[in-house]
């Protein structure tokens, strides 16, 4: 496709249950970018990957958060244990390799709500 | 570490009014900064950058920023509101002192344009 698309759009879960967010970057972006943005909130930083390596997780909130690129393509996010702290949208974005500002297109977000 | 302040949660105007939305910026080294737009159930676009050339960047849809480095400040103006304006807008930062460009938002300032 054209732009960065996120699967499911919508997510809810009870708590307790595991979760698992997909993201699609555009075709041949090497750095794809995970970010949490709570309601009434900018978006925040979870975890970066270059191609499969996942070279920043500092931003992940717990251990319950986890995030792969096995092929340096697709991406997903799983949050186990579901806590309604973690009730957000979840966005994912992609760049081009690092050059001249390698700008960062955003997906739709998944909306989670944990009850 | 980088921050970003939005200053005003929620700005009303006019249509046909002057738009001015604030940000400044904290930041050690010297700063990419960037607005983005996010309407209702959508991922976040790009308005406009700043990556150290021309102080006053224009963007998409009328909208222009000027960097003024004494003041810290990367505020978003555009002369003359369209009702298709409304929107939340975030400003952002991030720096090439490294191999991760993730951004750091601010907490986003919430466009209404009045008939």
């Known amino acids: 496709g054209a732009g960065v698309s996120q699967s499911p759009r919508y997510k809810v879960a009870k708590r307790g249950q595991d979760v698992a967010l997909r993201c699609d970057p555009i075709s041949g972006h090497v750095s794809l970018f995970w970010y949490q943005q709570a309601l009434g909130q900018g978006p925040e930083f979870l975890t970066y990957f270059q191609n499969e390596a996942q070279l920043d997780k500092s931003g992940l909130p717990s251990d319950r958060f986890f995030a792969e690129r096995p092929e340096g393509s697709v991406s997903t996010l799983k949050i186990q244990r579901t806590q309604q702290e973690d009730s957000a949208v979840y966005l994912c974005?992609?760049?081009?390799?690092?050059?001249?500002?390698?700008?960062?297109?955003f997906g739709p977000g998944t909306r989670l709500t944990v009850l | 570490a980088q921050s970003v302040t939005q200053l005003g949660s929620h700005v009303s105007v006019s249509e046909g009014a002057l738009v001015l939305l604030r940000c400044n910026y904290s930041?050690?080294?010297?700063?990419?900064l960037f607005w983005y737009v996010q309407y209702p159930n959508q991922g976040l676009q790009l308005l406009l950058k700043y990556t150290s050339a021309a102080t006053l960047v224009k963007g998409i849809n009328g909208f222009e920023a000027e960097f003024k480095k004494s003041e810290t400040s990367f505020h978003l103006t555009k002369p003359s509101a369209h009702m298709s304006d409304a929107a939340e807008y975030f400003c952002?930062?991030?720096?090439?002192?490294?191999?991760?460009?993730?951004?750091?938002f601010g907490k986003g300032t919430l466009l209404t344009v009045n008939p």
């Open positions: 974005a992609s760049s081009l390799a690092r050059g001249a500002v390698p700008l960062q297109f």
């Open positions: 930041s050690s080294v010297p700063p990419y």
């Open positions: 952002a930062v991030s720096y090439s002192g490294g191999s991760n460009y993730k951004l750091t």
